[in-house]
């Protein structure tokens, strides 16, 4: 069966660190991929996602996503953390490009450190 | 822009409690999902709909109905409210992969 592991359920970084939230799938073929963000008290927002091709994905505000077959990964970086990316991060698969049902990791609390 | 909207914000309930869920889209996409989400699991699909009149079963349907009247409008009914479905939910929609999310209903079943 499909899955979508966050290992990390809480990262604190400093304000100006980089940043790696990992994620790991399992799925036998080539997922659709995505990141999404959800600040407090708010639905969760699309950072960036994968469909094909380039492994790198380029997201909002700054954030990127390597997408790697051989490790079945999706980390999520980011070069320079502010204090407003504080939120909770999920990573998800879909293997439909119909129903485009996706299948969400347990997600990543993020606290920047001013 | 996208827009999905939740009603109501916040509801208690009591177990054995008749509850409904509301949310509307007005993206015209055909495809609008409920979630719930609960610490430790992310985002579960309790059922989703392709249009009006159509209702598929996701991965966690048990003690959920739903209906989806019109393109915009998809509903989530809890028939016999039981304290396992204190969560949080929320309901979106999509034509191809990016999913629009509503604000989310609070749930709290006592």
């Known amino acids: 069966a499909q899955s979508v592991t966050q290992p990390d359920a809480r990262v604190t970084v400093s304000e100006g660190a980089s940043l790696q939230l990992r994620c790991k799938y399992s799925y036998s073929a080539t997922p659709y991929l995505f990141w999404y963000v959800q600040y407090p008290r708010q639905g969760l927002q699309l950072l960036l996602k994968y469909y094909s091709g380039d492994p790198v994905v380029q997201g909002v505000n700054s954030f990127e996503a390597e997408f790697s077959k051989s490790n079945s990964s999706f980390h999520l970086q980011k070069a320079s953390v502010h204090w407003s990316d504080s939120a909770v991060y999920f990573c998800?698969?879909?293997?439909?490009?119909?129903?485009?049902?996706?299948?969400f990791g347990s997600g990543t609390q993020l606290t920047v450190m001013p | 822009e996208a827009a999905v909207t939740q009603s109501p914000r916040n509801k208690v309930t009591v177990t054995g409690g008749n509850v409904t869920l509301s949310c509307r889209q007005t993206n015209s996409h055909n495809y609008m999902y409920w979630y719930r989400q609960d610490t430790g699991h992310g985002l579960r699909l309790i059922h989703y709909s392709y249009g009006a009149g159509n209702l598929q079963i996701g991965d966690v349907p048990d003690g959920y109905k739903a209906t989806r009247t019109t393109q915009e409008d998809f509903f989530l009914l809890l028939e016999l409210a039981s304290p396992s479905q204190t969560s949080l939910y929320f309901c979106a929609s999509s034509d191809e992969g990016e999913k629009y999310f509503g604000p989310g209903t609070r749930l709290t079943v006592l």
């Open positions: 998800a698969l879909s293997i439909s490009s119909g129903s485009w049902q996706l299948i």
